[in-house]
């Protein structure tokens, strides 16, 4: 994909999942446009500032009301942007959106994090059947995520 010409969604939890997804910025930088969607806390709008950002609803993590809240934030968002494609780290903020985004024709990039080094992380088994590509950070997970590349560590 060329990524001038591509929108992209990183729709990312703050704390170390946003952390982790900053760390691409040299990728993410070479977008035509980008946008975020993560919580409105002062972490993520601190490390945000000058960037288009879509804020969701939080907790997600086993919360079914804000799983619901946040499908109709990720169906009005990806009518309005029609990204090309979106990655994430998690954590559950990147399900609806790699479901939906999919559904709507987006190309999907899903990163298992770095302290996973043996076993698979609840977002990372629901959002793999939505994934184009799935990207794991240590040669172990291989067989945890069959069918992943193993790109190293992105820290």
């Known amino acids: 994909m060329d990524l001038s010409k591509a929108r992209i969604c990183i729709p990312t939890s703050s704390g170390g999942h946003l952390a982790h997804m900053r760390m691409l910025m040299p990728m993410i930088e070479q977008a035509a446009d980008r946008f975020w969607v993560t919580f409105d806390k002062e972490d993520a709008n601190s490390q945000l500032a000058g960037e288009r950002v879509y804020h969701c609803f939080f907790p997600t993590n086993r919360n079914i009301p804000n799983l619901i809240r946040n499908t109709m934030l990720a169906v009005r968002i990806l009518k309005r942007e029609r990204p090309d494609l979106i990655v994430s780290s998690g954590a559950a903020i990147a399900v609806p959106f790699?479901?939906?985004g999919k559904l709507m024709g987006a190309r999907t990039?899903?990163?298992?994090?770095?302290?996973?080094v043996d076993k698979s992380t609840l977002t990372g088994r629901l959002v793999r059947r939505f994934t184009d590509l799935f990207v794991v950070q240590w040669p172990e997970m291989l067989s945890v995520y069959p069918g992943s590349v193993d790109l190293g560590s992105i820290f």
């Open 109 to 116: 990039v899903y990163i298992e994090v770095f302290d996973r």
């Open 98 to 100: 790699f479901l939906l």
